[in-house]
RNA sequence: GUGGUCGUAGCUCAGCUGGUUAGAGCGCUAGGUUGUGGCCCUAGAGGUCGCGGGUUCGAAUCCCGUCGGUCACCCCA
């Protein structure tokens, strides 16, 4: 029978880098706690209406791309494209005081073919700040982001950003470069020719030749802007500079999502080869809310994809740390009883370990602590059995001076103690290659025990 | 949704213009040491050559289709 695949799009993350995925989320989660940020989880799938309304029922986002569905109980369900939508959808619903600071994390789907840092399912962190219309807000909010980036070692990042007015002044620019496009028509792109009206900001964000000429010459949002718009993007502007975040104004930033009022932005990794080279994005939204059917509530937010920023990350030889396997090993060759006490033990004492199973032969029990890159094997056989006693070995090489250290540490505990200590120093010519084993006697009562004291004290001083 | 490209072992890939039982390295398992890892040596397991059809005496190899990966467009994180 032939074996399931993961579906077209999807991926399933494994060790080390599903770990190096996990720490991103947490280095997030301390960078944007420190500004009073806090866990929000919302469902994976939302009444559609969520994003037809909220995301904008023109953007492709939700006209090509939403996994949408009707449940058995005949309900229009979409799986969340997004993040912000539902986070605002959940804000209304649960009316918390404002300002109300969320920062998330979770899966978002889009229908489109996959291509490099691009999925189906993919994962988003984010931020959402819903009450306060003050600019210094857009600028805790971009500086978060970015500060999270620099945290991780990121280089070559671009900010770009934009401000697309308000309710006073986009809709005049709109008819403006409405009738700029009509006059134009005839010079864009096959595709715009036939959608710039429904749409006509998407123009300014087209790659294609001709339209990039038509908008060169397109009135520029920011001759429109109302004093108020006006006044928040300069104020915004001057503490980014302030602050040395450094940023590119970019006329034709609009971004696919409807509900972008004002400040909007995006980071770029310069580094990334591909096209998709956007590792965040957001923006203000101040007519969400009330497009959702709130109260009018301003709100600004980002999102950035995971995957996405660990690609970033490995374009730029930033090595996220992944979980360290255990640095003790258990070998039993008594038929594994023996190792299934030990290993309870030493984890409840909080040392991590890991043994083997099925009985296998002592040279196969070693090579597997070998590989699992533990520096201390803990060896039961007949013998030890016999004298309620277990092996402490070593195991080399590694960072040779380190070990030989601590080792010295240990054998000089158990010295103290009055344990036998060390029982075995095969001869060698290599001294590096010399086995260092040991024995300590075992008690059936064990969180005192000897052999675990010498493990402690080891770990202690490691 | 449109287009390019690639599918041979767990991984990276050989396999020339069709020609017997499909290979290598790494990895995995075991043995070489009747109880001691790393290096070395030996052996073993693992593949309906993505799938289906066609051409042919004969297909991993050529043709068509299909599925999947990948890249680009579109759009976005």
Known sequence: MELFRSPSGTRDWLPPDSERMAYLISAFAAQVELANYRLVLSPMFEDSGVFVRGVGDESEVVTK?????TDKGGRSLALRPEGTASVVRAFLQHNPPVPFKAWYVGPSFRYERPQAGRYRQHHQVGIEALGPKDPYLDFEVISMLMNWFFSLGLRDLVLKLNSLGDDNCRPPYVRELSSYLEKNQNLLCVEHQQRWQVNPLRVLDCKKEECIAVKENAPKIKNSLCPECSMHFETLLSCLDEHKIDYVLDDYLVRGLDYYTRTTFEVACASLESSQNAIGGGGRYDNLAKALGGNDTPGIGFASGLERVLLACETQGILLPAVPSPKVFLADITGGGKAAHMIHVLRTLGIACDRAFDNRSLKSQLRQADKSGAILAI????????????????????????????????????????????????????????????RYRLSDVLPEDLAYSAIKEFFRNA
Do not use: H
């Not at 505990?413 to 290599?430: L, V």
């Open 65 to 69: 791309e939403m996994y949408d569905f």
């Open 379 to 438: 060896v039961v056989g007949e013998k030890e059995k016999e004298a309620n006693c277990v092996q402490l070995k070593w195991l080399f090489p590694g960072d040779k001076d380190r070990f030989i250290q601590l080792l010295t540490v240990a054998a000089d505990s158990s010295r103290d103690a009055g344990t036998n200590g060390r029982i075995f120093s095969p001869e060698s010519d290599e001294p590096e290659k010399r086995d260092i084993i040991e």
